[in-house]
C-alpha cells in the first residue's frame, strides 16, 4: 500500500542523458533521445525512462523581397514624386518599407525619403506599394522629371522565430516623368 509520503517527491538525485538531438532554424528541436533515472527521498529503488521525440518540420524562415518600379511621377508645382513596386514573402509578413529617391540637379541634389510605410504580404502573389514624397533632406532642391535614383530597404520579423528579417537594399534608375 502507498502511504501518504510515498506520493511526492521531497528530494531527489539522478540523471538525465541526451543521447541524440537535432536541432532547427533557431534552436527548434526536431529530435531528441534521452535516458533518465531518479531516486526519490533516498530510495534506492529508482525509477528510469526513456525519452524519444521526433517534432514535425519546422516552420520555414521568412525570406522577403523588394522590386522597384523603374518609372515614377513628379508634380512640377511640388515636387513631390510618387514611386513603387512590390514586395513578395513566403508566409504572411507585415513589411516596413522605407523608399528614397536622389536626382542630381545641375545647382543641388533633391533628395528625399518616405519612413514607415507598412505593406501586409501574402505569400503566392506580389503585394505592390506606393509612396509619395518630396525632397526633404535639401529643402532648396526639389524633383524635376528626368532620371533618379530609387533605393528602398524593407523589414518584417518572423513571427515564427526570435529574428527580423530584410530585403538587402535595392537599387534602381528610374525615369520621373510629369504627372
Sequence with gaps: MIGETDRCCNSSTGSFTVSHIAYGPYGYIRELDATFEQYCNGSTVPARGEVHARMPEPPAELAIGLNLNTTGTVDTRSGEITVGGTVTCNKPARINLTPSAYQIQKRATATGVYEDLIVLCEPGAPAPWTASFRSNIDPTASFQPGTATL????????????????TGFPSTEITLVKS
Design 151 to 166: 533605393r528602398g530597404v524593407g523589414r518584417a520579423d518572423d513571427r515564427d522565430y526570435p529574428v527580423t528579417v530584410d
